[in-house]
């Protein structure tokens, strides 16, 4: 070939694969239809609901388990199972080491003050500390026109599913009963829609009401595991008021609002505005709303995973998601939308409830260890807070679980000394089963690439600054909450494994699933970039894919 066909060749060859980059390859046909994403992720809901409240799920869960793909037991492969990093994890597909979200709250060492995960100096809350873009910045670098918006009950679950460029974050002010966002969203003021949407009342629109159950069947409680009494301090009888007697909505009944289902009602009709008021999912691009619904969380910490609340709060997300699923189908068509249902953590029972009826079959050999901190445990985790002789001790900790400046080596880990010290003192503390530094877990080398030993899920969501020094294991099913309430955080099952569903556009009950390894909730988010042909970051990219694109 001569110079100049050489040149002529490369340009045909080059042509045609623009050509067939573009038009062919792997990318389905079905896939310009896709014209919204749905993110409705229910906080504090463990992969054990979706069996235990099966006869309860008549409406929107229904759907989504009989039409969609299911995945089960699909891990959060990080250390802390809180909400802020199990949001920042869903929808950047990055772990915290990574994103930077390694906990609700963590300690600045620099400015010596706690740090919420949606702090902003400049506009008090905003994504600024997440380190990495979101799937809806993905789309929006592929389609600039695209919208994206979530809402929540909680300021952190909406920032974080929002992304680091969301067109704005909503969610439930507890202290004035109303939505709120961020100036970081609205540089120039709030929009007239959010004003009008609150001249509605916001929570006081429920003042006065009480909290009535859906349905009382004895059946249903025995099906579910639900018990009609309790274990605490507070008769669990419906029906349950909001607030105390004072004569006006204040702050006590804004926040019991937060702690009930109603909670969730304004965020499923907030979001069904922002749906209808922007034509959501009929734009130039590909829109984007997330939900993330929190009832199940604030009333599950205080009333247990096996109440009457936790049991109605449950039937009416079903219910409420029914309803937004027909909103969905009117508005845009449920072939034009992509849902994702998933959870940011799960839950514990409350150790009296596996004690008391023998649970521990079904929850297993694990279960055996299921106590509540006693005031001996308490004592003894708090000595471990001193270093030294009985007389003329020192405090270990600036902040909790970080050492002061005079205890660390000159590479910033904890010194060998006190770390020994410490490990030893909260080795003999009853609910502890295991302790790490930063420098075990700095040094640790994952087993493979799916390493889920309770060091690789400290390393994953160790970031340096923010890590505490130390990362203290429970034994399982030891509850740390003194009285009544239960927490999750651990890397156990009950709080790591959460159900993903893939329902509507693109995704078919016939799609192949990747079921030869373990699924992450950190392979979501890639997974739902390939489905829209979006590109994802590079630590998305590197996840499974969860459902077949062809
Ligand atoms: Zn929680």
Same mark, same amino acid.
């Given at each position: ?6 040149? $002529? ?13 573009? +038009? ?34 008549? =409406? ?8 969609? !793909? ?23 597909? *990055? ?38 873009? #979101?799937?809806?910045?993905? $789309? ?8 994206? &918006? ?16 969301? /067109?704005? *974050? ?9 939505? %709120?966002?961020?100036? &970081? ?49 507070? @008769? ?11 004569? *006006?909505? =204040? ?6 609002? &937060? ?73 845009? +068509?449920? /072939? ?14 409350? @150790? ?8 521990? #079959? ?8 299921? *106590? ?36 660390? %080596? ?19 503390? #009853? ?45 399982? &099913? ?12 651990? @890397? ?5 494994? !959460? ?36 590109? #994802? ?14």
């Amino acid at each position: 070939m001569t110079k100049r066909s050489v040149a $002529i060749f490369s340009l045909v060859s080059v042509l045609l694969l623009l050509f067939f980059w573009r +038009g062919g390859g792997r990318r389905s046909p079905l896939l310009p239809e896709v014209k919204l994403v749905v993110f409705v992720v229910v906080d504090q809901f463990a992969d054990e609901y979706l069996d235990r409240f099966d006869s309860v799920f008549t =409406g929107g869960i229904r759907l989504l388990v009989d039409e969609g !793909v299911v995945l089960r037991k699909v891990l959060h492969p990080h250390e802390v199972t809180a909400t802020c990093p199990g949001h920042a994890s869903i929808v950047t597909g *990055a772990q915290p080491s990574t994103h930077g979200i390694v906990n609700n709250w963590w300690y600045d060492r620099k400015a010596k003050e706690v740090r919420y995960c949606v702090d902003d100096g400049a506009y008090s809350r905003s994504p600024d500390l997440l380190q990495v873009n #979101a799937l809806p910045d993905w $789309i929006k670098d592929r389609y600039p026109r695209s919208r994206s &918006y979530a809402v929540s009950g909680k300021d952190r679950s909406a920032i974080m599913m929002a992304g680091k460029e969301g /067109d704005a *974050a909503l969610w439930y002010d507890k202290s004035s009963g109303m939505m %709120a966002s961020s100036r &970081y969203y609205f540089r120039r003021g709030y929009p007239w829609w959010l004003s009008e949407f609150n001249k509605e009342g916001g929570a006081k629109k429920y003042f006065g009401r009480l909290w009535t159950p859906l349905v009382e069947s004895a059946e249903l409680f025995k099906k579910t595991g639900t018990f009609t009494f309790d274990f605490g301090d507070f @008769p669990e009888t419906f029906p349950y008021a909001l607030g105390g007697p004072e004569p *006006a909505p =204040g702050p006590s009944f804004f926040a019991d609002v &937060y702690n009930s289902p109603f909670v969730d009602e304004l965020t499923f009709n907030f979001a069904e505005r922002l749906l209808t008021e922007f034509q959501l999912g009929n734009g130039e691009g590909i829109d984007y709303l997330a939900l993330s619904l929190s009832a199940l969380d604030t009333v599950g910490h205080g009333a247990g995973a096996n109440s009457p609340k936790v049991f109605d709060v449950l039937m009416r997300i079903d219910r409420g998601l029914e309803s937004f699923i027909a909103l969905l189908e009117e508005k845009v +068509g449920l /072939d034009r939308t992509l849902i994702v249902f998933t959870s940011d953590h799960g839950i514990p029972p409350f @150790p009296e409830a596996l004690q008391h009826y023998g649970m521990s #079959a079904h929850f297993g050999e694990e279960s055996k260890t299921a *106590a509540r901190v006693s005031a001996s445990d308490i004592s003894c985790l708090q000595r471990a807070h001193f270093f030294g002789k009985e007389s003329g001790q020192q405090e270990l900790f600036e902040a909790p679980l970080y050492v002061k400046e005079e205890f660390r %080596a000159r590479d910033g880990l904890v010194t060998k000394k006190i770390s020994d010290k410490l490990k030893g003192a909260l080795g003999e503390c #009853a609910p502890v089963s295991a302790v790490y530094d930063s420098r075990d877990i700095e040094e640790y080398r994952f087993k493979g690439t799916r390493d889920s030993s309770s060091l690789a899920t400290a390393k994953r969501n160790f970031f340096r600054g923010r890590s505490p020094d130390f990362s203290v294991l429970t034994k399982p &099913y030891y509850s740390l909450t003194p009285g009544r309430g239960i927490n999750h955080g651990t @890397p156990y099952r009950y709080d790591a494994e !959460v159900p993903v569903i893939f329902f509507g556009a693109n995704v078919s009950r016939n799609t192949t699933l990747n079921s030869e390894r373990r699924l992450w909730v950190t392979d979501i988010a890639g997974t739902v970039a390939r489905l829209l042909g979006v590109s #994802a970051s590079p630590e998305a990219k590197k996840g499974l894919m969860m459902v077949s694109d062809e």
